[in-house]
């Protein structure tokens, strides 16, 4: 059964720090595996999906990296801003349905 | 651009009453997607249509059901609230299952005392 984990469950960093966010899965065949934005009292709004076929996905500020192999995906977000403070989510895509990490709080300090 | 709406926002149910979630998009999604999300917990899937006339069970079916309205709305249905189901609920579509970018209404919470 596929498992998916984001660690830490929160993380609390300077304004301008680079930094970059866990999310690790035990099965290897996956479709494609996503990253997710939730802020306190909304929905979700996707980032970045890269498929299985692919290595990595940037979009502005953000990256994210697929390591299949080694069950890991991160997400990369350059000098980060009070803004970027939310909850992060990832899910992958395995037999297709999404399973879901239960996310990692973000805090950007001023 | 509405993308997807969910009614109500808030919803304080006491044990034993019924109610229905709704959900509508405006994108022609052929995917539509029941979550629950607890405290602590990654999202949960509790039912999904992968097209207009389809539902199908996910992670987590027990005590609600379904219904693909048309292509556009897909409600979520409690015929009897436990505690347990107190949660926060999100309704999702994507162009085409799961391999495709999803898109999330703003979640109802429910509360069952």
């Known amino acids: 059964k596929q498992e998916v984990t984001q660690i830490p469950a929160a993380l609390s960093v300077p304004e301008g720090e680079n930094l970059v966010l866990n999310c690790s899965f035990t099965d290897s065949a996956i479709y494609n595996l996503q990253w997710f934005r939730q802020d306190p009292g909304k929905g979700l709004t996707s980032l970045l999906l890269i498929q299985s076929s692919q290595r990595e996905q940037t979009s502005g500020r953000l990256n994210a990296s697929l390591d299949k192999s080694s069950g890991r995906s991160t997400l990369y977000i350059a000098a980060s801003q009070p803004g970027d403070s939310a909850t992060y989510l990832c899910a992958v895509d395995s037999n297709y349905q999404l399973i879901w990490g239960a996310g990692t709080k973000l805090i950007i300090k001023p | 651009n509405a993308g997807v709406t969910q009614t109500p926002k808030f919803q304080v149910l006491k044990t034993g009453q019924s109610m229905t979630l709704q959900c509508a998009q405006d994108m022609n999604h052929n995917s539509m997607y029941w979550y629950r999300q607890d405290p602590g917990m990654g999202l949960r899937l509790i039912y999904y249509?992968?097209?207009?006339?389809?539902?199908d069970k996910g992670e987590v079916p027990n005590g609600y059901n379904v219904s693909r309205l048309n292509k556009r709305e897909f409600s979520l249905r409690l015929e009897s609230a436990a505690p347990s189901q107190t949660s926060v609920y999100f309704c999702?579509?994507?162009?085409?299952?799961?391999?495709?970018?999803?898109?999330f209404g703003s979640g109802t919470q429910l509360s069952v005392l």
């Open positions: 999702a579509s994507s162009e085409q299952g799961a391999q495709e970018k999803l898109f």
């Open positions: 249509s992968a097209s207009e006339g389809t539902t």
